[in-house]
Nanobody
Framework: QVQMVESGGGLVQAGGSLRLSCVVSGRTVSQHATAWFRQAPGKEREFVATKDYSGSSTRYADSVKGRFTISRDNAKNAVYLQMNSLKPEDTAVYYC?????????????????WGQGTQVTVSS
């Protein structure tokens, strides 16, 4: 059984930073594509960042490119999202996801396992 526990969310002022963590059990992150998505109030869940199973390829949403970094610690079987220069429009519940088969994807329908979500609130 796959379990994914997220942490690191919170309240931060615009321009600040947060680091989200997602510890995975039941699947080895180095063998699967992983991703972060987010859902703002009243909006659909959207893609934020993804890293393929080899770790060599990453992709970001245009809205976070240059500010967010997805990374992985194979020894801890964890995925991270470093968020810098945060803006009020980054306010959302952030979810980590693991894709069982194939390479990285920008589409949530392709991901098989999801964390419970962690709230990020950026004040202006």
């Amino acid at each position: 059984q796959v379990q994914m526990v997220e942490s690191g969310g919170g309240l931060v002022q615009a321009g600040g930073s947060l680091r989200l963590s997602c510890v995975v059990s039941g699947r080895t992150v180095s063998q699967h594509a992983t991703a972060w998505f987010r859902q703002a109030p009243g909006k659909e869940r959207e893609f934020v960042a993804t890293k393929d199973y080899s770790g060599s390829s990453t992709r970001y949403a245009d809205s976070v490119k240059g500010r967010f970094t997805i990374s992985r610690d194979n020894a801890k079987n964890a995925v991270y999202l470093q968020m810098n220069s945060l803006k009020p429009e980054d306010t959302a519940v952030y979810y980590c996801a693991v894709k069982f088969l194939g390479g990285a994807s920008l589409f949530e329908v392709d991901y098989n396992y999801w964390g419970q979500g962690t709230q990020v609130t950026v004040s202006s």
